[in-house]
């Protein structure tokens, strides 16, 4: 049993930053690719950004440039650093392991003036 925890979500104003952090529950952490989704009211679930076990990322063209996502191993924890918040960037924030059945709880973020 795999258990995912996010938490750093919260209310930011236009333009400011977040850190989200998601800790795994298994030490064997280091070898999965992890993602994180969001999803706003009334909205699919998508894709934020993902980093595998080496350490490559890639992005959603929504956020590219503003959002980093990075991973400590050793910590078995991945973090979503988000800056230059807009207001779309509104949603709850999902920690996935990619490929998987397992999913944190969510996180909500919410950014207005």
């Known amino acids: 049993q795999v258990r995912l925890v996010e938490s750093g979500g919260g209310v930011v104003r236009p333009g400011g930053s977040l850190r989200l952090s998601c800790e795994a529950s298994?030490?064997?952490?280091?070898?999965?690719?992890m993602s994180w989704y969001r999803q706003a009211p009334e909205e699919q679930r998508e894709l934020v950004a993902r980093?595998?076990?080496?350490?490559?990322?890639m992005y959603g063209d929504s956020v590219k440039g503003r959002f980093t996502i990075s991973r400590d191993n050793a910590k078995a924890t991945v973090y979503l650093q988000m800056n230059s918040l807009k207001p779309e960037d509104t949603a709850v924030y999902y920690c996935h392991i990619t490929g998987s059945e397992w999913w944190g709880q969510g996180t909500q973020v919410t950014v207005a003036s």
């Open positions: 980093i595998t076990g080496s350490g490559d990322t």
């Open positions: 298994q030490s064997i952490f280091r070898h999965y690719s």
